[in-house]
């Protein structure tokens, strides 16, 4: 049962993990190149801070996934840990960083509330579904990683090129 055995999923697993930390590596040039702009913001700290954990969540799970001869239980546990945990950080960040007079009201939504929500809920649904053995297990893994890298892609450009414009 692949969808229920995280030693299948150790390709996908480090595959993640790998795009995470390259990715968190960007983010970080983006901040440091833009260091400055991002200061005067209000918004932008709290946007780098929010595609610090899109990058972190992938990276999280993957390590969580490669854990040896883990029980199906324990890494459900985990997974829902780590998503209820990760959504609760961004959604904090997101309210203190609030959004600039600038800012369109739907583009916080669809570049940061939208994504962090689909996201953690694939994780936690992931966790569920692994720990009863029913409804697609680690399979919700993908778009919880898709959700997530993507998200924080648009605002690693934002923060990178957008910033400047």
Avoid at 53 to 79: H, N, S, T
Wanted: net charge positive; proline share 4%.
């Amino acid at each position: 049962m692949t969808a229920y055995s995280a030693a299948d999923w150790g390709g996908f697993g480090t595959t993640a993990a790998t795009a995470a930390a390259t990715l968190t590596g960007l983010l970080f040039i983006a901040v440091s190149i833009n260091l400055k702009q991002i200061l005067t913001e209000r918004n932008l700290p709290g946007r780098a801070a929010q595609t610090l954990v899109f990058f972190a969540v992938p990276l999280i799970f993957a390590l969580l996934l490669v854990v040896p001869d883990q029980a199906r239980a324990a890494l459900g546990g985990e997974l829902i840990a780590t998503g209820v945990v990760a959504w609760a950080t961004g959604l904090v960040i997101d309210h203190r960083a609030g959004r600039s007079a600038e800012e369109p009201r739907w583009s916080r939504s669809l570049t940061r509330l939208v994504p962090m929500a689909v996201g953690n809920i694939c994780l936690i649904v992931a966790g569920v579904s692994l720990a009863a053995q029913a409804g697609g297990g680690l399979y919700w893994l993908v778009p919880a990683t898709v959700a997530m890298i993507f998200a924080g892609l648009v605002n690693t450009w934002v923060l990178l090129v957008e910033i400047l414009r």
